[in-house]
């Protein structure tokens, strides 16, 4: 197996375990309509991710190994939301601001659009 996939697969696996533990403690001391365990590990997932690609652009601070294993990994285990608001800042600071508007209302429209479809097609079975 090819060491850098099974670096991503154990960050993902460390990161899907903290999702799930960090939500549930949330949730429970905060008990709302709001997934309030969800936002916050989608915000914390973006801090984390801003970062580490800080700190990869700062040299040799993180190997190309460590910054997959860290991003890909573990913030894409804990959120994938960490790598849009990643990949929206590079389109911001890019200057393509047509394509950051098409990326941030297709990613919510057709994730909706998506997570619906799933549920009709699953009650209609």
């Known amino acids: 197996m090819n ?28 008990p709302s309509p709001l997934p309030y365990g969800t936002l916050s590990v989608n915000i914390v ?8 690609y800080g700190l990869s652009d700062r040299g040799n601070l993180l190997t190309p ?4 294993f860290l991003t890909t990994g573990f ?4 959120t994938t939301f960490s790598t849009f608001s990643y990949e929206s800042i590079a389109l911001i ?10 990326y ?8 909706l659009a998506s997570t619906y479809l799933g549920m009709l097609v699953i009650k209609s079975i």
């Open 3 to 30: 060491r850098v996939v099974l670096l991503i697969g154990i960050g993902s696996f460390i990161g899907g375990i903290c999702r799930y533990y960090s939500q549930h403690l949330i949730s429970k001391f905060f």
């Open 45 to 52: 997932g973006c801090l984390l991710i801003g970062v580490i």
């Open 65 to 68: 190994e460590w910054r997959l």
């Open 75 to 78: 913030c894409g285990g804990f």
């Open 93 to 102: 600071q890019d200057g393509e601001f047509f394509y950051l508007s098409l």
């Open 104 to 111: 941030i209302a297709l990613s919510v429209i057709l994730g």
